[in-house]
């Protein structure tokens, strides 16, 4: 990351819901003047860096082999040239399709997806930046420029159901403050997902519930754990930390379900856990019903590897807690990102 003074931090803001931000200036290059955004506190608000949004490798390395003046001058010269594309990128762009549908269905409603992007850098950066938005047709208007200092504070304020970064430090200091976050990597095979359905993809345990039964797994084994799982069948778990993305998004389908687009819903989501389902499924499957969340797909797949299955699924985003099951998915071309929560940091291995 880019450390630069708290003196250089910038916001942009296209309304001036919060005091003392100033509105982003209409640039000539505009390509398409898009519908207000909606309130932070209405909308699923889903803030990205930018180094996740788009590819700044390039620039990182600029930066750190030059350090920040150089930097600097690199993006200023370089700021009519876009940036490639990011693991985060297909997962907006679809999070943008389904408010196309929203929008069609609910013309005055604000509960859509809003999208801020989160960069440290600083506001010079912001010209490129929205040179490569405008070039892609995407529809961000809330930026978010921290020149370095933490956006933690800023993601609270934006009521903030879901933060993408490459930082995994930031990750586990938003999850620390219960923003729901996970960390995004490069990854060189990426499949191709769908145009028309979000599709989102949850692992069960230390990510949708609390690590309670992995903690059971961990320190005693299989054998413990189905016992435990048994034993507290009718014991809702926990909620982990993207329930409450998970909630979000269920929101939004009711209200296709609302015109009748049940069957074509353009949003899908899918639980790929670990689990077996005779066994330790139902304690998952009670607990998600208890919490009225429903899961369009759940995968037992009973200690198999996941990424064959994901790469049927196909989703835009694939959160699991464990790396080797993040890498795993990542291998055979999902966009897989880590929930740095839970027990399973303690055991980077497969156990
Ligand atoms: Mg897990």
Known sequence: SAPLSPVQCMHFLAQGSFSGLQSLPATKHRT???????????????????RVLFRTEREQQVFDEQGI???????????????PTGPAFPFVKALEAVNVRLRELYPQSEELFDIVLVTYNHAHVGVRLINTINHHNLFIERFCMTGGT????????FHTNLYLSADADKVREALAEGIAAATMFMSEKLSAVSQTQLRVAFDGDAVLFSDESERIFKAHGLDKFFEHERENEDRLLDHGPLKGFLEALGKLQKKFYAKGHRMDCPIRTYLVTARSAASSGIRALKTLRAWGLEIDEALFLAGAPKGPMLEKIRPHIYFDDQMFHVEGAAEMGTIAAHVPYGIAQKYPRKQ
Not at 35 to 49: F, H, I, L, Y
Not at 73 to 82: C, D, I, L, M
Not at 150 to 157: D, E
């Open 32 to 50: 398409h003047s898009g519908p207000k955004p909606p309130k932070p506190e209405n909308a699923v608000t889903v803030a990205v860096s930018s």
């Open 69 to 83: 003046e150089e930097y600097l001058r690199f993006q200023v010269e370089h700021e009519n040239e876009h940036f």
């Open 150 to 157: 933490s956006p933690i504070g800023y993601l609270k304020a």
